[in-house]
């Protein structure tokens, strides 16, 4: 079946260092892949997505790309802020099938400092 | 942004009342769900529903039951509220037919059982 494994946190950055959250995924075919954001308290957001190989997502300065040939779909950003701290889920929505159901992965958490 | 709501944010009950947990969304959403998010961040599927009247269980298995009777609105029900339903539960909907349309999720309830 369908798998989302991406890195396992915590991880911690000092403000404006470099990240980057690996994701790989296995499923058939060419499915939809998303990245989705947790602030403290409240519920997921969608921060971005992409829907074909070679595509780019981008939001608030984060990139993603969707690797067909890596399987994978690497969360990155130049420069992270404070206001980032946040657990950040990786997910794909299959093609066909299943409804369209999300299968996330475990979600990593980010602890940025000053 | 999205708009659906969860209703109550927090919730802390004794063992044995029934409990019904609000979501509503004002999209018009043909899909909703329900999860569970344990304490290590990981997100479970229990319900789903792909419109009025229709209702699957989903992954993890769950004693909470659920209804559709109205597009807007999806409750999760527990009928005898124990130790171990204590989690945050968090609802969620997105549009029918394509495999990108992302799922828009409330801010969640904390339920506490005694």
Redesign the interface.
Known sequence: GDSVTQMEGPVTLSEEAFLTINCTYTATGY??L?W?V?YP??????LL?A?KADDKGSNKGFEATYRKETTSFHLEKGSVQVSDSA?Y?CAL????GS????T?G??T?LTVNP | EADIYQTPRYLVIGTGKKITLECSQTMGHDKMYWYQQDPGMELHLIHYSYGVNSTEKGDLSSESTVSRIRTEHFPLTLESARPSHTSQYLCASSEGGYSNQPQHFGDGTRLSIL
């Open positions: 499915p939809s998303f989705y947790q308290g409240e519920g997921l957001q969608l997505k829907t657990v889920f929505s299959p093609l066909r409804n369209y159901k999300l996330f475990k979600g958490l």
